[in-house]
């Protein structure tokens, strides 16, 4: 089999002749030659494995950047960050997932759910800062412990048991 035009390798590979100019012009995948009359790109069928691998990879949203690293890899390390991209994927979708329930309850003038098993949140430490060189005392300070917790200018200005 002979080298491809660019139509008949965008049919077999699934991208548009677009995303394969593209592709030409960002070196991720470059055609086997190029006629230098007509400029026709031609393709190599033993390109279609690249191409069809950059294609899946676009379809999971992986950026261009990144398919051109895998690209360049052995299979093993290939997958791997292939792993590690869809892994990242599926921790932003889950954030996504809760802010939208989030905003979905909020908007809906439903209270955060809180489930049973769950603790309120306490503080466990306190911090002091320094008065500085601008103020006379330090308003500063904070400190909760059990059944205890005080705040604002100078230690221990309000103390609830």
Not at 28 to 33: G, N, Q, V
Not at 141 to 155: D, L, M
Request: charge should be positive.
């Amino acid at each position: 089999m002979g080298l491809l035009t660019i139509g008949t390798f965008a049919k077999a590979s699934r991208l548009s002749p677009k995303a394969l100019r593209l592709y030409d012009e960002l070196g991720l995948l470059t055609p086997a030659c190029v006629d230098p009359v007509t400029g026709y790109r031609l393709y190599a069928p033993e390109q279609l494995d690249q191409a069809r691998l950059v294609a899946w990879l676009r379809r999971l949203g992986m950026p261009l950047v990144r398919i051109r690293h895998v690209c360049t890899l052995e299979a093993g390390p290939a997958a791997q960050e292939i792993r590690a991209f869809w892994a990242q994927v599926e921790a932003d979708t889950a954030a996504r997932r809760d802010l939208a329930t989030f905003l979905i309850d909020r908007l809906s003038g439903k209270e955060p759910a809180m489930s049973a098993t769950a603790k309120p949140l306490g503080i466990r430490y306190a911090a002091l800062s320094d008065t500085g060189l601008v103020r006379a005392s330090n308003q500063d300070i904070a400190y909760a412990g059990s059944g205890r917790c005080w705040y604002g200018p100078g230690p221990r200005s309000r103390c609830h048991p």
